[in-house]
């Protein structure tokens, strides 16, 4: 797909690596939605790059908000083309606590925003894409966001885990279900990127991070993560998988 012209959808685009897909949709030429529950700081960012952005607080776990935001968007730019599904938060605690298991509250929470929150916001993206007439009969290209802790869950990340675990489980089918549309479905899972978030652990702590990086010993870099979106929704015969972006680290146990 040609970025330049299309409208995208960027959820968690606030911040990290949405933050740096938004510039880079934006500047390849689309128009592009941000849409998060930060609104102080996507209007900011909406406001910085001008025309052809546009901030929607949205609460992506929210069929409402959901449903407006697909709608606001067709409004503004009168289709929606591309959806970067990257919203997601990250919870922690073991199975067993000191007091007792893990509160299920927080589970649940997990589950309800990464993963139900990634498949209302699709859904509903591809609701609208279906609208579009295509190139070549593409009509839409949706990229999910996983992690590595989907295949290396760490010791406290069983919720966060089975959250981005389900992600990858379901691109094929999703993809299988959306052939028929013309829309590729691809998810990316990322390893450590020094996004806000990894901002807030120590420099020491951060430094080990690096090492365990096999090559390159470094965090990942959020417009690693904004290339691989823009070559994905590029390069038209990528559909259905799901790829790691993590300079071949494979995390252990803690
Ligand atoms: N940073 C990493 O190392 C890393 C690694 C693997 C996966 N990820 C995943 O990548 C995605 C982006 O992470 P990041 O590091 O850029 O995070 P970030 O915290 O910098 O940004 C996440 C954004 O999502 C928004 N958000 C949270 N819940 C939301 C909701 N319910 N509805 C709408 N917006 C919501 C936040 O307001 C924030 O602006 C997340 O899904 C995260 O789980 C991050």
Request: net charge neutral; proline share 4%.
């Amino acid at each position: 797909m040609i970025i330049n012209g299309k409208t995208a959808i960027v959820t968690g685009g606030a911040s990290g690596m949405g933050e740096a897909t938004v510039i880079r949709l934006h500047r390849a030429g689309a128009r592009v939605v941000i849409a998060d529950l930060n609104e102080e700081k996507g209007q900011e960012l909406a406001a910085q790059l001008g025309s052809n952005a546009l901030c929607i607080k949205t609460d992506i776990s929210s069929v409402d908000e959901v449903q407006h935001l697909c709608k606001a968007a067709n409004d503004a730019f009168g289709a929606v083309h591309i959806l970067v599904n990257n919203a997601g938060l990250g919870t922690i605690g073991r199975t067993l606590g000191k007091n007792g298991p893990l509160n299920l509250k927080v589970f649940k929470k997990t589950i309800e925003v990464n993963l139900i929150g990634s498949f209302n916001m699709l859904s509903n993206a591809a609701w609208e894409m279906d609208k579009n007439e295509g190139e070549d009969g593409e009509k839409g290209v949706i990229i999910n966001v996983s992690s590595i802790a989907a295949y290396d869950g760490q010791i406290g990340q069983a919720s966060y885990s089975a959250s981005k675990a389900g992600i990858v489980g379901m691109t094929l089918p999703v993809a299988r279900d959306l052939a028929r549309h013309g829309i590729r479905v691809f998810t990316i899972a990322p390893g450590i990127i020094d996004t806000p978030m990894l901002k807030e652990v120590p420099e020491p702590a951060r430094q080990s991070l690096a090492k365990q990086v096999p090559f390159p010993a470094r965090l990942g870099d959020p417009d690693e993560f904004a290339r691989l979106v823009q070559h994905i929704i590029e390069n038209g015969y990528l559909n259905a998988e799901c790829i790691r972006l993590d300079g071949g680290i494979r995390m252990g146990p803690s």
